[in-house]
């Protein structure tokens, strides 16, 4: 067997409607099935999605605070007043103040940003700054992505006579700043039709109703922004990142341009991968070690110089940002597990002085990832005696509504159900700890901290085809809300499994099906190789893609997970290195030897106990081997112990190597006319000096020497001869008896019977004996639907 690393679970979808939508869009069931787990269940609605048809974008003067906002900015163009756009150090920050800066620029406002510095002012509107922009002569600022939270900032901005228009999406607090205006999709009397706009959605719909008609040149910002932010890709969203994407792939901007050359990217390829692993790291990338402001510069330069020369500088932090990432990545994981180990606490909330405050949010998504727990990661700054720090969560741990609770604790925080950021006391971060982590046991259960994968459907191989993907392309761009559809493949053949990469930690897996093959690439996945046996059926579950190579185009799997349900056969016969293919054993194994002699041949005794010697049927009744990793050492005297043995359970795995000091299924195994031909010669000799004839003998018969003394000892203990000084004697007045009567002979003859079906047997001919008799619990149909 192989456990998955995640819990699978496979959607079920209403089968009446999915045929419904089968027939009405003609399309494939499992399209149709796909639409459905979106919440996509209406013919209109899945037409809508798949082919554009009536997507439009809602009207922007139904968020509230719209026109109040609009007539403001207005006047402030119209008396020439300066504008300030306040924005955010992230990419969607970023996206949002480079779309409200083209906006004002185009209506001709006098128009400047500013973006906080994430480490000597933290995040979103503070007093210092609203007061410098006051003596700057600022009566107007404008907030994008940030600022639903600045209760205390929008008070001081009304001291001093300063207009704040806010404009954000993070989740609103019980108490709302007050300002001129606030534009936010969901402002609890709010009427706006989709909830779910990113920060730089809600800039694009306030740069809508300024310009008075849709701003198309703004979309590839506002895709930028949506896609990095990670809101849903559905509605609005997904009209703003599908049409932005198409933008994109025109690189008008020289910004983008020169991102894109920089990663090697033809224009014409983008794709929301693009933007979620090329660009959006990028640009995040400037404010997490620094100013953000050149991540602006480079989205509005239009100089195509000065864009190459800012890519190359934010590039360069870029991989600066790795660097540390790792860093405090690997410490962060070491502190996790030798102080704060998940087993006992269901929430990480760690912390350390010195660690990058804009990079520690990605470390908290990398502890959610290694542990599967919600993480709080902080830097400590002990002469400020705050800790500041960047949350990420699990399904079922809502951290907004959690953190909420304690908010006499963080005198700033906000964020989502998903992932939040925080300023506190380092005093209160051990109390922090512990509230969040009595809130996690009353509301998740033992199973909520398994990783879980969830599967839009079971494909059988056979129905894998290019029309199939090329189909399921039509829900792109994916993203929340709309993610790549994660397929099973259940119980397959396969023909090639190996390790492949310069490291060798990813795998190529080929499975077989009656109709033809598929490849599989697990990158990460390495490992596995060593870990599925040949023969096992394989349950494999990831992504269909295209592969194109050479003008060629195949079906591919990119690999997440991988199961096998049966037991495993691995076969080490003839691996003499013991101790190096050992280490390959998975835990709670059990070495199983029938020979005294075969610990010491073997030095056994580094595994004593894992070692169990069976000297008899009984003891070996008496075993447990229920979904343990058994080894096999060497062979039994009788075949009976080992079937005794494999009827005590059914293993994860069984590892044959069968270690034999002297074999004798390569020695010959004398026929009866071997005997026939030895007695009549001496009955024809009366005696034999075995010292001195019996390699001679044995020369002239082509046998081997221990041939004939088999053959001697065999009559000796059926009383044909008798033995003295090595000199042999026939019996001729001894009874008739057969050769089964000979202990020796039985021996020999089942020893060589064992080697013959178990030590020299194929794999597949030792995989079907050993099934036979493996004890193997036949699953009921509620047990295979648990396994998924």
Request: aromatic share 8%.
């Amino acid at each position: 067997m192989l456990k998955s690393r995640t819990r699978w679970i496979v959607r079920e979808t209403d089968e009446k409607m999915r045929d419904q939508l089968t027939d009405r869009l003609g399309i494939s069931p499992l399209l149709a099935s796909l639409l459905i787990n979106r919440g996509i269940t209406e013919t209109d609605a899945a037409r809508s999605f798949l082919f554009d048809k009536g997507n439009e974008f809602h009207d922007p003067f139904l968020l509230d605070g719209m026109k109040a906002a609009v007539d403001r900015i207005h006047q402030a163009i119209a008396d020439e007043e300066p504008i300030l756009i306040f924005g955010d150090y992230d990419a969607d920050g970023v996206s949002s103040t480079s779309v409200m800066m083209t906006a004002l620029t185009d209506l001709g406002a006098k128009v400047d940003f500013y973006i906080p510095n994430r480490f000597t002012e933290g995040y979103g509107p503070n007093e210092a700054a609203f007061r410098l922009a006051k003596e700057q002569g600022y009566q107007l600022i404008v907030t994008v992505d940030t600022g639903i939270a600045a209760v205390k900032e929008a008070a001081v901005a009304a001291e001093l006579g300063v207009d704040l228009i806010i404009t954000d999406h993070h989740e609103p607090g019980p108490e709302l700043p007050q300002a001129l205006a606030i534009i936010h999709p969901k402002l609890p009397e709010g009427n706006y039709p989709f909830p779910y706009l990113a920060g730089v959605g809600v800039a694009f719909k306030v740069a809508h109703a300024l310009y008075g008609y849709l701003p198309e040149h703004l979309l590839d910002l506002a895709a930028v922004g949506t896609i990095a932010d990670l809101v849903p890709l559905k509605g609005e969203n997904r009209t703003i990142a599908k049409a932005g994407i198409n933008k994109l792939r025109q690189a008008a901007r020289p910004g983008i341009e020169a991102l894109l050359q920089l990663t090697s990217t033809k224009p014409e390829s983008v794709d929301e991968e693009t933007v979620g692993f090329m660009i959006a790291p990028r640009i995040n990338a400037v404010g997490r070690l620094a100013d953000a402001d050149p991540a602006v510069d480079l989205l509005l330069t239009k100089d195509r110089t000065e864009a190459k020369e800012l890519a190359q500088e934010i590039d360069m932090m870029n991989k600066e940002r790795q660097t540390i990432v790792s860093e405090i990545a690997k410490e962060a994981m070491e502190m996790v597990q030798s102080h704060y180990p998940p087993e006992k606490y269901p929430v990480i909330v760690i912390g350390k002085e010195n660690w990058n405050a804009g990079v520690i949010g990605i470390v908290a998504s990398k502890l959610v990832e290694t542990f599967y727990r919600p993480a709080i990661v902080l830097s400590f700054d002990k002469e400020a005696n705050k800790a500041k720090g960047s949350a990420r969560s699990i399904a079922g741990f809502d951290l907004f509504k959690n953190l909420s609770t304690c908010r006499e604790l963080l005198p700033h925080f906000g964020g989502h159900p998903m992932a939040a950021g925080m300023t506190l006391a380092l005093s209160d971060v051990d109390e922090l700890r512990e509230r969040l982590c009595l809130l996690a046991d009353e509301q998740l259960s033992a199973e909520d901290l398994i990783p879980v994968t969830e599967l839009d459907a079971v494909v059988p191989l056979e129905e894998v085809s290019l029309a199939v993907i090329e189909e399921l392309n039509m829900l792109a761009p994916y993203g929340m809300g709309n993610p790549k559809p994660q397929v099973l493949i259940e119980k397959a053949d396969f023909s090639t499994i190996r390790k492949i990469g310069s490291d060798k930690t990813h795998l190529k897996l080929q499975l077989e099906g009656s109709s033809g093959s598929l490849d599989t690439i697990g990158f990460g996945l390495g490992d596995y190789a060593d870990h599925v046996a040949p023969f096992s059926k394989v349950s494999a579950i990831g992504e269909l893609s295209i592969n194109e190579w050479n003008n060629i185009r195949k079906p591919q799997l990119f690999l997440r997970d991988l199961r096998v349900d049966q037991w495993q056969l691995f076969d080490v016969r003839g691996h003499r290195q013991f101790e190096k293919w050992i280490s390959q054993v998975p835990k709670d194994r059990l070495f199983i030897t029938f020979r005294e002699e075969t610990a010491s041949d073997l030095n056994l005794e580094k595994f004593q106990s894992e070692t169990v010697w069976i000297r008899s049927r009984e003891e070996a009744s008496q075993l447990a081997i229920d979904d343990k990793n058994i080894v096999l050492v060497d062979l039994p005297q009788e075949v009976e112990v080992i079937e005794d043995v494999l009827q005590q359970g059914c293993p994860a795995r069984i590892y044959a190597h069968f270690y034999q000091k002297e074999s004798h299924f390569f020695s010959t195994m004398p026929t009866r006319d071997h005997f026939k031909w030895f007695y009549a010669f001496l009955l024809k000799r009366k005696s034999l000096d075995l010292i001195k004839n019996g390699d001679q003998l044995a020369k002239y018969r082509g046998w081997s020497r221990e041939t004939i003394d088999f053959m001697s000892k065999v009559f000796f203990e059926l009383d044909f001869v008798t033995i003295s000084e090595g000199i042999i004697h026939l019996n001729t007045q001894a009874p008739k008896r057969d050769l089964n009567e000979s202990q020796t002979y039985q021996n020999k003859k089942m020893q060589f019977e064992l080697e013959n079906q178990l030590l020299y047997s194929s794999c597949q001919e030792l995989k079907l004996w050993l099934d036979k008799h493996v004890n193997a619990p036949v699953k009921n149909e509620e047990e295979v639907k648990s396994w998924i």
